[in-house]
């Protein structure tokens, strides 16, 4: 790599380390280390950007090639962003990918964009010596910061994308970080390099696959997205096992969460913007004021007490939708004022949860039992009583096997 290139990407990462520790998200000084060491431009040598708008189809695209130099501006800005990067498309081979623009397909992998990817590794209390597993590391940016802060050898991905772990692995290599890259099914863990200090997975799941929660070493700790239909409230899991062995987890309610895994679907309201601006619905007063964003007990309680609903972000006020009902209610545009539409009417079931989750004691985070061994119930709890709020975890054996 020439000179000025080296100067210009240890430039941008300080820039971007500054950044994230003026914002408070970067506490860490381990992990602040290992972002100001590890050239991130080697893990993602390209990127994808969108050229549509939402709803097009195809989706029109373009491929920045940083080793191009009209290209390489606008991708060393983009990779030291706060947005996520776009990878791979219909899971294509990542050898010699052409430059500029292309048309159709979807994106089947990308890297998690940095804010989240530094919480993450922080709630992981990262440490050097510590056994690590990265259950869908994608281009393996998580992965390397995880072994330049556990050391050489003891970091190891599962990734289910023969094209995807191959790039990755060729990838660390340069970085001679001592992490390895294994093609496999996630959600099978790695048993051959159990048990595991740290476990932290990259995908979201529906609840914990069993050999997570088996593979975790006493004192250990696991960190997941637990996903529903519902991209707009994801929840975070962490587990944990004590030096006896026992097994706790607090599931807590974040404002982003990664993407589920391979054949879950998420609802979108996508489809009914334009209906909704032409016709909001009905009008009628409500008690409840919109509860804010930042509410994420409640929300992550609505995604799984209201289920099939899903909020469309860019709307004016809130709007939230439930597609498969052909329904939705709009919030505002005054805080006692909400307009329905279709036969579920969405909103008396938000303001008979938010009843619920106040006197359950507006719960931020809840408990989840995972002691049954066969993954076929856990149960998700707020606290004891006849008020409190609880659910059950949808099962994984409803969720497509990722075969390499």
């Not at 210009?8 to 860490?28: E, I, K, N, P, Q």
């Not at 602040?32 to 939402?54: N, Q, T």
């Not at 962490?238 to 987890?249: D, M, P, Q, W």
Request: proline share 9%.
């Amino acid at each position: 790599m020439a000179l000025d290139l080296r100067t210009a990407t240890s430039r941008r990462r300080a820039d971007m380390v500054d950044r994230l520790t003026a914002d408070g998200v970067l506490t860490d000084s381990l992990l602040r280390d290992a972002l100001l060491r590890l050239p991130r431009e080697i893990l993602l040598p390209h990127a994808y950007v969108r050229v549509s708008g939402p709803g097009a189809d195809p989706i029109d695209w373009r491929l920045l090639d940083g080793s191009h130099p009209d290209d390489r501006q606008e991708w060393l800005e983009l990779i030291h962003s706060d947005e996520s990067i776009l990878l791979q498309r219909n899971g294509e081979p990542l050898d010699a990918l052409p430059r500029g623009p292309v048309t159709g397909g979807h994106m089947t992998s990308m890297s998690t964009y940095t804010p989240a990817t530094v919480e993450a590794l922080q709630a992981m209390e990262l440490a050097s010596g510590q056994r690590y597993l990265e259950l869908g590391p994608g281009p393996g940016v998580s992965l390397a910061l995880a072994a330049a802060i556990t050391g050489p050898g003891l970091a190891t991905g599962v990734e289910r994308d023969g094209p995807m772990a191959a790039f990755a692995q060729r990838n660390l290599d340069r970085l001679d970080v001592g992490a390895e890259v294994i093609e496999g099914d996630a959600l099978e863990g790695h048993e051959a390099r159990a048990p595991y200090d740290r476990i932290h997975s990259g995908i979201g799941v529906p609840c914990v696959p069993v050999p997570w929660v088996e593979q975790l070493a006493p004192g250990g700790r696991l960190l997941t997205t637990l996903v529903t239909r519902t991209p707009s409230w994801p929840g975070q899991l962490l587990v944990t096992r004590s030096a006896s062995g026992t097994v706790e987890a607090v599931l807590r309610g974040r404002p982003r969460g990664y993407r589920p895994l391979l054949g879950y679907r998420w609802l979108n309201a996508l489809d009914h913007r334009a209906r909704i601006k032409d016709d909001p619905g009905t009008a009628r007063s409500t008690p409840l004021t919109p509860p804010p964003d930042d509410a994420y007990g409640f929300w992550l309680a609505a995604a799984y007490l209201a289920p099939g609903l899903v909020r469309d972000f860019q709307a004016g006020t809130m709007t939230i939708v439930a597609p498969e009902d052909d329904s939705w209610a709009v919030a505002g545009p005054d805080d006692d004022t909400v307009r329905i539409h279709g036969p579920r009417d969405v909103w008396t079931e938000l303001e008979d949860l938010h009843t619920r989750w106040e006197e359950a004691g507006r719960p931020e985070q809840y408990r989840v039992d995972l002691r049954d061994s066969s993954g076929a119930a856990q149960h998700v709890t707020s606290g004891a009583g006849p008020k409190a709020l609880a659910w059950m975890l949808p099962p994984l054996a409803a969720v497509p096997r990722q075969t390499p």
